[in-house]
Structures are given as C-alpha cells and as structure tokens.
C-alpha cells in the first residue's frame, strides 16, 4: 500500500466496498488499512462492513436485508465507489451494477493512486 506524505483533499467521498472473508478481525483490519489508503488518496472513505456488523446481525433475515437497504442508501450519496483488493465477491458485483445505473464512477483503489 503506499503511503503519501499529505493528502489531498477533495469535495468527494468514497463509498468503499471490502470483501469479507475468513475471520471477522481479519477482514476488519484489512478494511481499515484500505479505507486509509482512500483517506490519503483525499477522499473520505465509508465502508459500510466496518461499522455494520457492530449493530446489525446478518445472520437475521430482516437484518440482513436492512444492511443491504443501508448500504444502497449510502452508495447513492457517493459520487465515486472505489473497490479495493483482489478479491470479488458477488456484494462487491452488485455495488458496481448498481453505480453504474446510478452514474456513480466505480474505479478501483489502484486506479485512483495511479493517477496521482
């Protein structure tokens, strides 16, 4: 991951995705090191499978659709999904369908960097 000496701030957020597998600290950490990595690309990163799971039950049918619904909230505010990692799972997919309905850009947290 690089590190930058100051970040550039921009009038943008981004909504940022991460795929969630294997134990929980381990996805939360990894999580955390991207939403950094937006944050110094100068963007303010949300990432809703950071904070979600601290409220929310997914093992519970209606909370389960209730993250879905909040997650959709929260992307049709954006006006950049930024997907990070290698790994795609099929939330991630749907994230990227959905932007592109909604006219969001979806890159990739690479792509972003690279144009530094």
Known sequence: MSQSAAPVYRDSGGYTPAAWYG??????ELAAQYCRAV???GFSPICPVLYLPLFLNDAVPEEHKSGIDISRDL????????????NMTEAMKNDIAVARRLGTTATTLEGILRKK
Do not use: K, P, Q, T
């Open 23 to 28: 134990g929980d600290s381990e996805n939360a």
């Open 39 to 41: 944050y110094e690309a």
């Open 75 to 86: 992307l049709r505010r954006f006006r950049v999904l930024m997907v990070c990692g290698h």
